[in-house]
């Protein structure tokens, strides 16, 4: 028995295991994994380095392959195919009473919804209409599903609905749509599979359209099934093929349900609902950049391969991505998506992603996200309200947040709205940094070391970010705009020295800017090293190749904005040199972050200015791109003076260099 095998883990991952050389679970893992493997929502906060992706990838590959065999080894025996046209006993809630037509239904439970299909569903072309007579007051809707669709019609983007109160549902946003209904009256919902439009009518009275539905609803695998949902109500349905005649007729271009031709009809079999739940996703994985979703698929993917019978299906969801491709993969079917929110929002309201089996919501770097309140924490909003709160086989969903850095108060608020009673896994503390990382600042004073003004002018020095292009530099006095030009060109002096005395065959450095981390690359390769660079302006590819050429030892120096200070698993990265200090705290956390892992030593370096340095502070729309206004922000412009010395004194405990 190995060591992970004590804390629930099978044994069909030990070889997994072994091939990440893990001998011990690290003790965010030993904390984790059982609390998962046992159920319950989690926030794991510790160091980064500290094994948090493997703590929530190892128990999520082995749930998700438990579940997918339990499905798979116990089919569902063939089931006699009904040829009448009703609703599905066999496709309902538990509390929704159909009688023995299949016609009649009603649940009288006050506080909860329970819904059923039809045995049947149109596809392919045709306009399509049944209709609903309400014969118990409550609260009631009608409408069209697909298989994956939820019962609760209306609350995902699978399926349509119109309710008693005049409102119609779609993804879970309710509109004003029609008038309210209430008992003995008699409404019509409308499928137009040639135009792909919804509409519904009220005793004859035809509202306008509600939907214009994507073309995927054509198809026979995605097609929409008549569906309805009750509280305390009761319902009759027609759809138009017994001896009662249509209360309303549709009209000559419309006919009614059963009245479809065999060709545009797909009947119901407990097999193909087996087979269409097994399509759908069991967990979402958040992470906020490309190179986090390939870095965390790689190791979910390393669990996964080892299981078989059935494998486990895993996809990304990133900018860069084939989405043409990514869409076939969805269709055929997929356990684990690994994507940025912004990505996987999009198809689920586009209805190409269901969310009816979701087991598993992983959010990693979650202050990271809930941070960007216009961004990614609108995504995060939109996410959950599209969620179930219960898969359609009844499991709870089950919400794990990871981050270096959990202390906040949005994250205390995200806990309190969208998880429940979770287990605050914390093994260090608010704002720890790793006991073997070693802090040093170098001090950057132009006014009393002059060698920039001689470096500012040879062909070898560091481009500055011409945001003193409109100032008038004065070389040898202490005027602030100088002095502030002066910091810059030495910070580049410095980099270079700290890169010879220490020797360095490997760091990491971080610039504020996109167009410092270019000019930083060009001047260390000017001064013959191998460099390369990462940010958001860089596209997908080049930074894939920057980061994979870091990783194997082509790039001596990967220069970079924050986008990579969280969670990348870079090894053997001994140095990190700060060339401007970020804004907070907890970004510091983050960059260090990247040296001292796995219990070796790390040395951090900060080169932090005497004097307060001008900064590019894009409030432009372009975003900084083509901008020359240098004017500070109080006047219009798009700069500021950022003072290092400040922010290191509230933050930053370092030792002398």
Excluded at 448 to 477: A, F, N
Aim: proline content about 3%.
């Amino acid at each position: 028995m190995t060591a992970f095998e004590e804390f629930g883990i099978i044994p069909e991952l030990s070889e997994a295991i072994s091939s990440l050389n893990w001998t011990l679970p690290t003790a965010v893992q030993s904390e984790a994994i059982p609390a998962i493997l046992g159920g319950a929502d989690a926030l794991i906060a510790a160091e980064t380095g500290s094994g948090k992706t493997g703590a929530f990838c190892l128990p999520i590959a082995q749930i998700v392959w438990e579940r997918r065999r339990g499905t798979s080894e116990a089919p569902p025996t063939q089931s006699e195919q009904s040829t009448v046209i009703q609703l599905n006993s066999e496709d309902r809630d538990r509390s929704l009473q159909i009688d023995k037509t299949g016609l009649n239904c009603e649940c009288r439970l006050g506080k909860e919804w329970h819904g059923a299909r039809a045995n049947v569903g149109v596809y392919g072309s045709g306009k399509y209409y049944y209709e609903v007579t309400i014969t118990r007051d409550g609260l009631c809707r009608i409408g069209w599903a697909t298989l994956a669709g939820s019962l609760k019609i209306g609350t995902d983007f699978e399926s349509f609905g119109y309710g008693g109160t005049g409102k119609k549902s779609f993804g879970k946003k309710f509109d004003d749509y029609g008038t309210s209904f209430t008992t003995n009256d008699v409404l019509g919902c409308f499928l137009d599979l040639d135009n792909l439009k919804i509409w519904w009518s009220k005793n004859g009275e035809h509202f306008p359209m509600a939907y214009q539905i994507d073309k995927k609803f054509k198809s026979k695998e995605t097609c929409l099934f008549p569906a309805v949902l009750c509280q305390n109500s009761g319902l009759a349905v027609n759809f138009g093929g017994g001896s009662a005649p249509f209360k309303y007729p549709p009209g000559a271009d419309t006919v009614g349900v059963a009245a479809a031709a065999p060709g545009n009809l797909k009947f119901w079999s407990r097999e193909e609902k087996q087979s269409v739940d097994s399509t759908t996703p069991l967990c979402v994985i958040l992470e906020p950049t490309r190179e986090l979703v390939q870095q965390t698929f790689q190791n979910i993917q390393t669990f996964a391969s080892v299981l078989q019978e059935p494998k486990i299906r895993c996809v990304t969801l990133a900018a860069g991505e084939n989405m043409n491709q990514i869409l076939r993969i969805l269709e055929s079917g997929c356990d684990i998506i690994v994507g940025t929110p912004s990505r996987i929002v999009d198809l689920i309201q586009t209805g190409k992603l269901a969310t009816v089996s979701l087991q598993f919501v992983v959010i990693d770097e979650i202050d990271q996200f809930l941070a960007d309140k216009n961004g990614a924490a609108r995504q995060i909003d939109t996410l959950f309200r599209a969620l179930p709160l219960v898969t359609r086989d009844g499991t709870r969903r089950q919400v794990i947040a990871c981050s270096a850095t959990l202390h906040n108060f949005e994250v205390s608020r995200f806990a309190d709205r969208h998880m429940s009673f979770p287990q605050w896994i914390d093994l260090k503390g608010q704002d720890c940094v790793s006991a073997d990382v070693h802090h040093v600042v170098c001090h950057v004073d132009s006014i009393e070391d002059k060698q920039w003004i001689r470096e500012k002018y040879q062909s070898i020095g560091l481009e500055d970010d011409h945001v003193h292009d409109q100032d008038q530099i004065r070389p040898g006095t202490t005027d602030k705009d100088t002095v502030s030009l002066g910091t810059k060109v030495l910070k580049g002096i410095y980099v270079i020295k700290a890169i010879r005395a220490l020797n360095m065959d490997k760091a990491i450095i971080f610039c504020r800017t996109k167009q410092q981390c270019d000019q930083m690359e060009h001047y260390l390769r000017r001064n013959n090293f191998t460099a390369a660079c990462l940010h958001g302006d860089r596209s997908a590819d080049e930074r894939q190749n920057s980061l994979d050429g870091f990783k194997n030892g082509q790039m001596r120096f990967l220069v970079c904005t924050d986008v990579v200070a969280r969670g990348l698993d870079v090894q053997g990265v001994p140095f990190v040199i700060n060339v401007t200090l970020p804004d907070d705290k907890t970004q510091y956390v983050h960059r260090i972050g990247r040296v001292g892992r796995a219990e070796r030593m790390g040395l951090s370096i900060s080169l932090v200015s005497a004097h307060e340095e001008k900064m590019w502070f894009h409030k432009c729309r372009s975003r900084g791109v083509g901008c020359t206004n240098t004017k500070d922000i109080s006047k219009g412009g798009c700069t500021i003076w950022f003072d290092e010395k400040k922010v290191r004194k509230n933050w930053v405990k370092t030792e002398q260099f």
